[in-house]
């Protein structure tokens, strides 16, 4: 039973360095999500992706982050010159069709620290 | 900006104690969803409530959404260890989402044997 998977599940980088973080998400679910938590916070939504458009990038905190999605398969984000605050856990979740009833279900998440 | 504010955020109990988590907000909310989430592993759904003053029982647990489905509450009935964990509520917009999950930041449960 394929559930959502994410890799590298631990990168650390030195600061200004770019990394990329990939997402699968469970084969025919049509929405993908990111989100990051940093310790001590709850998650923080970054981007929803439907297919693949992305509606609303306003949630990316900076514009080093980028992501894009492959049709309605594998999701990277991309942080570029990456800074210290970057460090926390990445997750990525999808979900059936985006409905605001929808399970999302998440992967276990890359850990990213930041020298 | 929707902001969900959980409490206690902290919580070590005995086992065999009840226990109950608040999830409050002043922004409406679509759904309210509550996770468990384990070290190293990405939150879990445990339960999904819509309507308002919407009661759903889970063995132990009892979730209940306010009438004006701007807040809820997690109940846990004789807590066992296997109950400790991160509890996460998050709620949706109507958007759905497009607006993402606003989670709260979470209530540490510890349940001492």
């Known amino acids: 039973g394929a559930g959502v998977s994410q890799s590298p599940s631990n990168k650390v980088t030195e600061k200004g360095k770019d990394v990329e973080l990939r997402c699968d998400p469970i084969?025919?679910?049509?929405?993908l999500y990111w989100y990051r938590q940093r310790l001590g916070q709850g998650l923080e939504f970054l981007i929803y992706?439907?297919?693949?458009?992305?509606?609303?990038k306003s949630g990316l905190p900076s514009d080093r982050f980028s992501a894009e999605r492959t049709g309605e398969s594998v999701s990277t984000l991309t942080i570029q010159r990456t800074q210290q605050e970057d460090s926390a856990v990445y997750l990525c979740?999808?979900?059936?069709?985006?409905?605001?009833?929808?399970?999302?279900?998440f992967g276990p998440g890359t850990r990213l620290t930041v020298l | 900006t929707q902001l969900l504010e959980q409490s206690p955020q902290f919580l070590s109990i005995q086992e065999g104690e009840n226990l109950t988590v608040y999830c409050n907000s002043s922004?409406?909310?679509?759904?309210l969803q509550w996770y468990r989430q384990e070290p190293g592993e990405g939150p879990v759904l445990l339960v999904t409530?819509?309507?308002?003053?919407e009661v759903k029982k889970l063995k132990r647990l009892t979730f209940q959404f306010g009438d004006a489905r701007k807040d809820s509450s997690l109940h846990i009935t004789a807590a066992q260890p296997g109950d400790t964990g991160l509890y996460l509520c998050?709620?949706?917009?109507?958007?759905?989402?497009?607006?993402?999950?606003?989670f709260g930041k979470g209530t540490h449960l510890i349940i001492q044997p």
């Open positions: 998050a709620g949706a917009g109507s958007g759905g989402g497009a607006d993402g999950l606003t």
């Open positions: 409530v819509v309507t308002g003053g």
């Open positions: 922004s409406v909310f679509s759904s």
């Open positions: 084969s025919g679910h049509t929405a």
């Open positions: 992706f439907q297919g693949n458009s992305a509606p609303d």
């Open positions: 979740a999808s979900s059936f069709n985006g409905w605001y009833t929808d399970t999302q279900y």
